[in-house]
């Protein structure tokens, strides 16, 4: 059993990747489970040249060593390829050919109101995948943020596991290498607590037990956007890991001792985790972070 931390390779980590990082490293640890690290370079559009490498620098300079080899998606196409077929065979799958204007002018919510589900297209050509929806209103419980259910829009939908572009979509490959590798559970932020319930119907039709689910708070700046690398968030700096540590740790409600704080990274998370309480970290979705 383990955990993960899971990066595309976009650009550096920022403060809110590290939060990310340092979360699910301690509740892996608490957990007595091995952390992972899997970098999710599957479109290639939005890579930058050299970051993965940066990433697991960064990552090192913070004390956040991961306990295996490092598992890339990008080579992990034959796979997520394999399940794509045996869904077809199954008939949970079909082609769609909607434009994003098509979907927005039919449904203004936002989600796909499944318009090509029984027109029998072909798989051939520019054409998305779509998984069908299941029956079950897949609302779960978190062990950070509580009950959490959604809209029937949301658990109606048939979502995409190919893009029209042929690349695979995040909600399949994330289930996919979530199951192989062993994840019983998944520490990410709370941009991604509305991808949980697709996540849950994959895992319902690879007939696989779902992980323990826990989604932290999101750093964001005072304009009320979250940090991230479309945000153009600055990168960490790893002279200041230290520093920016004791940040993510105080963001995620474990303070370290004063007399810790010039300590080496390593040392900064050794203490963090002997100390760590999961009910301190905060049950909010968003807050509020003032470099």
């Known amino acids: 059993m383990a955990g993960r931390f899971a990066p595309s390779p976009s650009g550096p980590l ?18 007595n489970t091995q952390w992972l690290v899997r970098i999710e370079d599957i479109d290639p559009p939005r890579e930058v040249q050299g970051a ?3 990433i697991l620098r960064q990552l090192e300079a913070f004390g956040l060593h991961w306990d295996s080899s ?5 080579q992990r196409l034959d796979r997520y390829n394999e399940i794509i077929e045996e869904l077809k065979s199954r008939d949970l799958v079909y082609a769609c050919n909607c434009t994003r204007k098509k979907i927005k002018a039919r449904n203004g ?3 796909y109101p499944n318009i090509c589900a029984a027109k029998n297209l072909s798989f051939n050509g520019d054409v998305a995948i779509r998984l069908r929806h299941g029956h079950d209103d ?8 509580g009950s959490c259910q959604f809209d029937d829009s949301l658990y109606n939908e048939d979502f995409t596991i190919r893009r029209k572009d042929g690349l695979i979509a995040y909600q399949l490959a994330v289930v996919a290498d979530d199951i192989e590798q062993g994840i019983d559970h998944v520490v990410r932020g709370c941009d991604l607590l509305d991808s949980t319930p697709r ?3 994959l895992y319902e039709v690879l ?42 740790l105080e963001f995620l409600g474990q303070p370290v001792a004063l007399e810790l704080r010039q300590e080496l990274p390593v040392a900064i998370m050794d203490y963090a985790l002997s100390q760590f309480r999961l009910d301190q970290i905060p049950a909010s979705q968003q807050i509020l972070y003032l470099d």
């Open 14 to 31: 920022h403060f809110g990747s590290l939060i990310a990082a340092v979360g699910s490293y301690l509740i892996a640890k608490s957990r």
């Open 52 to 54: 993965s490498d940066i």
């Open 70 to 74: 490092v598992l890339y998606q990008s």
């Open 109 to 111: 919510n936002g989600y």
């Open 138 to 145: 897949y609302h779960f419980v978190d062990k950070i943020q």
């Open 199 to 201: 996540q849950l119907r």
């Open 207 to 248: 007939s696989a037990k779902a992980p323990d689910w826990y989604h932290l708070p999101l750093a964001i700046n005072p304009d009320g956007n979250k940090l991230s690398k479309q945000n153009h968030a600055p990168a960490i700096d790893s002279q200041q890991a230290s520093k920016l540590l004791c940040h993510a």
